[in-house]
Structure formats: C-alpha cells, structure tokens
C-alpha cells in the first residue's frame, strides 16, 4: 500500500472529515507550535550530539492508542520523517494513513525560499507559532490563579 501523502489544503479537509492529526516530532517542537487539535506521539528524538534517533516504541504507543482502522493524518516539522512514519504504521497493519508532504513548516529550496507551504505556512487553525509566543503564554498561564 502506497502512502498517500497531501496538501495543507487537503489536510485540512480530511481533518474535518474525522482523520486524526498526529505531530510526530520531539514534544519541544510540538510545544512551539503546532496543527489545532494535534496529538502528539513522537516518531524520533534529538540526541544530546544533536543528531536524531527514532523513537522504538512508536509502533506499539500507536497500537496502543487506536485501532487499524483509525484515520490517521502524520505531521512532521517539513515533510521528511512523516513518510517513514507512516510506512511503519502501514507496515505494522494501519489501513488509513496520509502524511502532510510540506509538515508543519514547510519545504524549502536550498536558499531558505518557500516552495510548498506547510500547516503554519498556509495560516491554517494552530496553536504557539513561535518560541516568543510559547514563552508569552507559559508566562501568562504562570501567573494566572490556581482553579480550585
């Protein structure tokens, strides 16, 4: 079976149509920003010498977490992991998985200019865009009272 990799556009679509979003990347990422309504389950890790190193429980988290049948949409940072991600799961027996081909940023030419937007890129619904928002809101939420 073939990975059906889409748009922002058509991510968008599938995700009103039921799909599931998960971002794949490090939590730190996740937390920066990322697709309204997201859940996040790692596919690989930064190591300390600052290379990557996948996550080997993300089949079985997975299983865990939904059935095959479930529709799952894979978002990773630009679109390069989310493929790998998806083939695991297609491997593993999930019948329904789609990648969104441009992640959460967006592909870039090697001059840093935008050739396909991704979630961000294209304005669609999301939270924390930034690390200078995360901070802003971590803080408000710091300061805010207690519920009791």
């Known amino acids: 079976m073939s990975i059906k990799r889409v748009s922002a556009a058509d991510a968008l ?8 979003v998960i971002d794949i990347r490090p939590p730190f990422e996740f937390e920066r920003g990322h697709p309204a309504g997201a859940r996040n389950v790692p596919f690989y890790f930064y190591t300390q010498a600052g290379g990557v190193r ?9 299983q865990s977490l939904f059935t095959v049948d479930a529709k799952l949409l894979l978002v990773d940072k630009f679109g390069t992991k989310s493929p ?3 083939q695991a799961l297609i491997s ?5 998985v789609c990648d969104l081909r441009a992640g959460y940023k967006g592909i870039l030419d090697n ?10 890129a294209c304005g669609l619904p999301g939270t924390l865009t930034n690390e200078a928002g995360y901070n802003a809101s971590l803080a408000e939420a710091q300061k805010a009272p207690k519920k009791s």
Do not use: C
């Open 13 to 20: 679509g599938l995700q009103k149509l039921g799909y599931i």
């Open 54 to 62: 996948p996550n080997a429980d993300f089949v079985s988290l997975m």
């Open 84 to 86: 790998d991600a998806a």
């Open 92 to 96: 593993a027996g999930f019948k329904d």
């Open 111 to 120: 001059l840093g200019r935008p050739l396909e937007g991704g979630w961000e």
